[in-house]
């Protein structure tokens, strides 16, 4: 059974810093795109972050890019976010995303269709 499971979260002061992790397990993830998405309340869930399996191309939303870095190590099939001066507008239930099929060293798609993995979503609360 494949499963993501993402870690810390929490509440965080604006301008603080958290760094999210996704561990990967009942398969490897070596040679699929990974993703962050968040879902804020009363919000459609929206991409924040994409990284190819090789590292060689990372995405970003506008609304993070240059505070948020996506990274990833395949020998421990864990996928990481690091947020640094966050905001209230950051506040949402972040979600890490695996592609189905292998792809390109290139490949790091935004849309939420190209996810077939899951996890189950963590609480990140950014507080004024």
């Known amino acids: 059974q494949v499963q993501l499971a993402e870690s810390g979260g929490g509440l965080v002061q604006a301008g603080g810093s958290l760094r999210l992790s996704c561990a990967a397990s009942?398969?490897?993830?070596?040679?699929?795109?990974m993703a962050w998405f968040r879902q804020a309340p009363g919000r459609e869930r929206e991409f924040v972050a994409a990284?190819?399996?090789?590292?060689?191309?990372?995405e970003y939303a506008d609304s993070v890019n240059g505070r948020f870095t996506v990274s990833r190590d395949n020998d421990e099939n864990t996928v990481y976010l690091q947020m640094n001066n966050l905001k209230p507008e950051d506040t949402a239930v972040y979600y890490c995303?695996?592609?189905?099929?292998?792809?390109?060293?290139?490949?790091?798609?935004?849309?939420?269709?190209?996810?077939?993995?899951w996890g189950q979503g963590i609480q990140v609360t950014v507080s004024l």
């Open positions: 995303a695996g592609t189905g099929v292998p792809g390109g060293t290139h490949y790091a798609p935004s849309r939420q269709y190209e996810y077939v993995y």
């Open positions: 009942g398969r490897s993830f070596s040679k699929n795109a």
């Open positions: 990284i190819s399996w090789s590292g060689d191309s990372l």
